[in-house]
């Protein structure tokens, strides 16, 4: 049985009645009912890479990389120029997804976290009491026994294992020994496949059984974080391309970034081969920026574990059938816990819980509107793995506000001493030159702001002792 259209869509051919309907729906006051009725919601994929650099994509400039599907989908999608993490590595990126605030808030700032608070409402939990049917599939990192996807909402969990990172993408995706990097769920595999597939064929089979919806999936690859690995007929076609001067340099990686690329484009041909295309809710996102050993995020400033734009400078592609207009562009800054207030809305929830996040849905509508947000921040102090591995990554938080950017750099014991950086993003999007000097008073008044803010979420204190665990 097909579902029926949903109210959006039976306003398709009129504009002028679309938006209307759009707007009363997303601020609560088309009905008197906290949501749509059954058959109109739509269904919601967020599809969540892991290390994925902004400039990892062929539409943003990559000499090497060949990614036809994320770009074709980013050609139906509004595309948000300037899209933040919440952190600049995983763990506190993939919580304040999960939970619509800032990961300082939840006393999450590095890797060191026992996983989600009870108290805290996940966004599989408020979709739940809507009726979605949720699945989670892939990289999880937020907690093992009590803290997994199943616990935390999700009626269905499927490949995740109990570390950050596969064994490796190959068959059988783990090591002879019993390890956390071990992917389970898969035991129905053969010596030919690819982890990446597989995760899309448990999502495709989520799809194809839930067709009636309405669902969401949380569909976070694993790729391309670490190990690089890839088909070797991918490594080969790499290797060919390679010339003297490119930025992008790395065929594994190559390989790794198409991988993801095929799946993604796999996730939409289902979607329009089941028939539920036109009420689908597609967005692409990545959880940090791309790992300097093996990627470079030119033209932005250094990479994972770093509050520079590098690190924290993400794609994102919002797909909505029926109200973005496909190609435009946002150059409102917008925050990786802006997704969960933002796809209550278009599940149709209109009472949110106390959250950090902003609803973009009608950026959605009207790329060109400002939000009344003023400002972002982030707080970051590396763990041992993490730092040792990679001296930039620096403690520290940040705050951009307009087109302002304050960074503070923290003392450490290796030496570093505490100080501020100051940028403008508008003219130096690089942040090559530090012009803090130049305006004392811009830097007083974005520090003021910066602690006050840390003020408002009890956010942890630094000590240099920290940098040493």
């Not at 940090?288 to 574990?305: A, C, I, Q, W």
């Not at 949110?352 to 707080?379: A, Q």
């Not at 910066?450 to 009890?458: H, T, V, Y």
Request: charged share 25%; glycine share 8%.
């Amino acid at each position: 049985m097909k579902r029926k259209h949903n109210t959006i869509q039976r306003f398709r051919k009129d504009p002028f009645w679309l938006l209307l309907i759009i707007f009363l729906y997303s601020f609560g006051l088309a009905t008197g009912k906290e949501h749509y009725n059954r058959e109109d919601r739509p269904n919601i994929i967020l599809i969540l890479a892991d290390d994925l650099g902004y400039a990892d994509l062929s539409m943003n400039g990559s000499d090497l990389y060949e990614t036809p599907n994320i770009d074709k989908l980013a050609s139906q999608s509004v595309i948000f120029s300037r899209a933040y993490a919440s952190h600049p590595t995983c763990v506190p990126s993939r919580l304040a997804i999960q939970t619509g605030k800032y990961p300082a808030r939840l006393n999450c700032v590095n890797h060191s976290f026992n996983g989600i608070p009870p108290e805290t409402i996940t966004i599989s939990e408020r979709l739940k009491t809507m009726g979605y049917k949720t699945c989670h599939i892939g990289k999880w990192h937020l907690g093992n026994l009590g803290h997994s996807p199943i616990n935390q909402g999700y009626d269905i969990s499927i490949a995740t294992n109990k570390a950050g990172m596969p064994a490796t993408y190959f068959y059988p995706f783990k090591k002879s020994a019993k390890s956390i990097f071990d992917v389970p769920d898969l035991e129905k595999s053969n010596s030919e496949d690819f982890l990446t597939d597989k995760l899309t064929d448990k999502a495709i089979d989520f799809i194809q059984q839930n067709r009636d919806g309405p669902f969401f999936i949380n569909l976070c690859f694993y790729a391309v974080h670490t190990p690089i690995e890839a088909k070797d007929v991918k490594v080969k076609k790499y290797q060919g391309k390679l010339k003297d001067g490119m930025l992008h340099t790395n065929p594994e990686y190559a390989g790794l970034v198409e991988h993801l690329d095929d799946n993604v484009g796999r996730i939409l041909e289902a979607i329009q081969k089941t028939g539920i295309a036109d009420n689908t809710i597609v967005l692409f996102f990545s959880d940090n920026g791309g790992l300097l050993d093996v990627t470079s995020n030119f033209p932005f400033r250094d990479g994972k574990g770093s509050l520079y734009e590098g690190g924290i400078r993400e794609p994102l592609f919002i797909k909505w059938p029926g109200v973005t207009k496909g190609g435009t562009v946002c150059h409102a800054p917008v925050i990786g816990h802006d997704l969960y207030p933002t796809i209550l809305t278009m599940a149709g929830i209109k009472k949110m819980d106390s959250i950090d996040g902003v609803d973009i849905t009608p950026l959605l509508i009207n790329p060109k509107r400002k939000l009344k947000r003023n400002e972002l921040h982030w707080l970051y102090f590396p763990i041992s793995t993490h730092h040792f591995a990679n001296p930039n990554r620096k403690p520290g938080g940040a705050i951009i506000k307009d087109n302002w950017k304050l960074i503070e750099l923290m003392e450490t014991p290796q030496g570093l001493k505490h100080h501020f950086e100051l940028y403008n993003l508008k003219t130096d999007p690089g942040e090559k030159f530090d012009i803090s000097r130049e305006n004392p008073g811009i830097v007083k008044r974005l520090k003021n702001e910066m602690g006050q803010w840390r003020k408002s979420i009890n956010a942890p204190e630094y000590t240099p002792a920290m940098y040493n665990k």
